[in-house]
């Protein structure tokens, strides 16, 4: 009963009766964030500092009706100072509602649409419309975005992510995300930190992984987030090489607090703790396991094991983070829990999710220029369009909204009344096949699934959803109406598209949110020229990068993978097909994506940097007869001392260039891009010799190359 009284008057007495933080030393603007929150902390008692480093139950059903669990996650707010709550939730794309509760929320493209867009104005929008729902629920924590390299393709959440298989891509596009999120008071959290690579045995294999691939491959995302002041992460469920990720002092404190110089706190996986782990680095445990709760840290304080100023610097972390974002400033009622039952969805947020989608398209294929598709013409519709449609991924990442546009229903509102638009849904493989026949043109809806917890168990489309026999079905349509024929390609990541050359165009949207069925019809008949390029492989066969066992999902046996070895070490997605010159005979290369124009590069020209470094620059000009925008990227080629692999280091997107305009694009090579990490030293040493920068279209479709050569005075 003392319970329930106590939840009674914090219900009938909302936040809203006090403005904020109550004022103090802390309440200087003039001072950092830093120097706030540590005057902040010396107000506060070791009561109220324990009870922030461990979160309180989490969406459980009994908890529903309590502001100190009613979100996903939760750090109760300290009333005596006016400090509100944490009030964290799902996910990365957007704010997941559990069931039981109500209320609209915009199902986003994913993460790795974001990142095939390689956009970073678009990346802007994407956080800053997801930031603004969390705020109108009352969310002061986004649990996103997901950051981590896609080392194996079939892992489950590769849509979640928005690095694709490139550190470089991550690098660049979590930074607008980050700002996007957090203009909106929300703080921002990187996950998941690190090495959660694969989701088999997720929460006990150990990725055996050495310190040089770490910083240079896996790193450099959540170093992106760092250089944007994200104010949190989330240490992930997994070992690295032997040490829990929550409770690894190499990763946690020698690698990200002190070499990457992280500022804000790191909040344990839900359950991925083992131990009492401040000391090497972990500033919030969440529920599912309590191994620092109050008691125990206070336990822990007496017997000496932790020091009260480990205490200080966590809770410090966590007060920076909120200020430095602004949750601070905000009247406590903007953190009222009843707002998580608001409906957030707008008619602007499903305009931009539409128009993200869409930039996030990818064209891989457009023989004798079939798309974009004319009006006035009999379209047969075949395969997921309907109510089966595929629009996002499960787990954590998942988001329900209120409404989905299916393909069908988009491409019927493209068409209008000028065309007849025949659905099939393709089982019937004869049937389906007869309709395409019949028609002007096919467009044939396929995809896969993934989710939180589960690999795929093959990179086909026949794996995944409950129609098998998808490929034998674009196969059987090829064979009759193949030249007129488009294939949609929905999918949590790399797949197999073993006819792709037996039809006349593929286009991939991966997980494209609830607006899938207007933005593929905004591509397919042209209202947006398509600019996405892939940011991962798609490979040719099944473990095309030749994966031992041992690698993936690692040894001693399937069953029981305690370790993942990373010998591969740099050689990651497309820097391997580079390495062994594979060639695509049904996949296609890192960076491809086509346009309904033609782009002409010219006038490479390289300058000495006045800070270090390289400027690169060079023209694009549209050769073609459509207005559109092109992503150029760069690849670096080290001195073969470097022992480094072509990669890429820069990118940029062209704005909207009519037909026959030209730009020129300018891109920055740092000292840090001409760089190896040294284990010697621990940081990044410039490497002399001989460099190749080759700029184009694709990471094989390189237009201007030229070389310069550095020396390093030692
Ligand atoms: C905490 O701050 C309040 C308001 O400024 C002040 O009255 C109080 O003395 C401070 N207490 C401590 C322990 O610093
Ligand atoms: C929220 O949206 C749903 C439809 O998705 C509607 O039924 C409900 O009435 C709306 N609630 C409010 C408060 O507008
Ligand atoms: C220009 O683009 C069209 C449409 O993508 C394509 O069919 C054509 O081959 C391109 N022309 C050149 C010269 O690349």
Avoid at 90 to 108: E, I, K, V
Avoid at 355 to 379: F, H, I, M, Q
Wanted: proline share 5%; aromatic share 10%; net charge negative.
């Amino acid at each position: 009963m003392a319970w329930m009284a106590a939840v009674m008057s914090s219900w009938l007495m909302p936040f809203t009766q006090v403005a904020g933080l109550i004022p103090g030393p802390w309440s200087d603007p003039s001072l950092s964030a830093h120097e706030r929150a540590h005057l902040l902390v010396a107000n506060m008692t070791l009561t109220e500092k324990l009870q922030m480093l461990h979160g309180s139950e989490d969406g459980r059903s009994e908890c529903m009706d309590n502001p100190r669990c009613a979100y996903v996650g939760n750090i109760a707010p300290v009333e005596r100072l006016g400090m509100p709550p944490v009030n964290m939730n799902d996910g990365p794309q957007g704010f997941r509602s559990p069931t039981s509760l109500a209320g609209t929320s915009t199902a986003w493209p994913s993460g790795l649409t974001i990142a095939a867009s390689w956009d970073e104005e678009a990346a802007f929008e994407w956080g800053q419309g997801m930031g603004k729902e969390f705020y109108d629920k009352g969310s002061n924590l986004q649990l996103g975005p997901g950051l981590n390299v896609a080392r194996v393709p079939l892992n489950g959440r590769n849509f979640e992510y928005l690095s694709g298989e490139d550190p470089y891509l991550g690098y660049r596009l979590v930074q607008p995300v980050v700002k996007g999120i957090q203009s909106q008071k929300v703080v921002a959290n990187a996950k998941h930190f690190i090495q959660n690579n694969q989701e088999t045995n997720r929460a006990g294999v150990s990725e055996e992984v050495d310190e040089r691939t770490r910083f240079e491959v896996y790193y450099p995302p959540f170093e992106g987030a760092v250089e944007a002041g994200v104010g949190s992460m989330m240490c992930s469920y997994n070992k690295i090489n032997g040490y829990w990720s929550c409770e690894n002092p190499s990763t946690l404190q020698s690698d990200l607090k002190q070499a990457i110089n992280f500022e804000g706190y790191v909040m344990s996986d839900w359950g991925a703790t083992h131990s009492m782990s401040i000391a090497a680095g972990l500033d919030v445990e969440q529920p599912g396991a309590a191994w620092m709760n109050a008691d125990l840290l206070r336990q822990a304080l007496e017997a000496g094991v932790v020091k009260e100023n480990q205490v200080d610097e966590s809770v410090r972390r966590i007060l920076q983070a909120m200020i430095q974002v602004g949750v601070m400033d905000e009247p406590l009622s903007a953190w009222d829990w009843g707002k998580r039952l608001r409906n957030v969805t707008t008619s602007a947020s499903v305009a931009s999710a539409r128009r993200l989608s869409a930039k996030g398209t990818v064209l891989l294929r457009n023989e004798g220029g079939l798309l974009p598709l004319a009006p006035g013409k009999r379209v047969a519709v075949i395969g997921l369009a309907d109510a089966n449609a595929i629009y996002h991924g499960g787990g954590s990442g998942s988001v329900e909204p209120s409404f989905v546009s299916t393909p069908l229903q988009g491409i019927r509102d493209a068409v209008g009344d000028s065309g007849t638009i025949v659905y099939n849904d393709g089982r019937d493989v004869v049937a389906a096949a007869e309709l395409a026949k019949q028609s002007d043109y096919a467009i044939v809806f396929v995809g896969t699934l993934s989710r939180e917890d589960f690999d795929r168990s093959s990179l086909s489309l026949d794996v995944g959803t409950d129609w098998i026999g998808q490929n034998e079905a674009v196969s059987r349509i090829a064979v009759y109406a193949g030249q007129k024929t488009v294939v949609v390609v929905t999918t949590p990541g790399a797949v197999l598209l073993p006819w792709s050359r037996q039809v006349a165009a593929v286009v991939t949207n991966f997980m494209p949110g609830q607006q899938a069925g207007n933005a593929i019809a905004d591509v397919l008949f042209g209202n947006v020229n398509p600019s996405g390029k892939l940011p991962l492989t798609f490979p040719n066969s099944e473990n095309e990068i030749q994966f031992s066992a041992a690698q993936y999902p690692g040894v001693p046996d399937s069953k029981a993978p305690a370790y993942a070895f990373y010998t591969e070490q740099l050689q990651v997605g497309y820097r391997f097909y580079e390495a062994k010159h594979l060639q695509f005979k049904t996949g296609f290369p890192f960076g491809h994506g086509l346009s309904y124009t033609n782009f002409t590069y010219g006038s490479l020209n390289l300058q000495d940097n006045s800070g270090g470094g390289k400027i690169v620059t060079f023209t694009i000009k549209n050769t073609g007869a459509r207005r559109g925008a092109e992503v150029a990227q760069l690849y670096l080629e080290f001195p073969a001392s470097a022992g480094e692999p072509f990669q890429l280091k820069g990118f940029a997107k062209t704005k909207l260039l009519e037909a026959g305009e030209a730009c020129t694009l300018q891109l920055h090579l740092r000292p840090r891009d001409l760089s190896i990490w040294d284990v010697a030293t621990r940081s990044w040493s410039q490497v002399g010799g001989v460099f190749g920068v080759s700029v184009g279209s694709s990471s094989r479709d390189i237009r201007l190359r030229t070389e310069f050569s550095t020396t390093i005075l030692v």
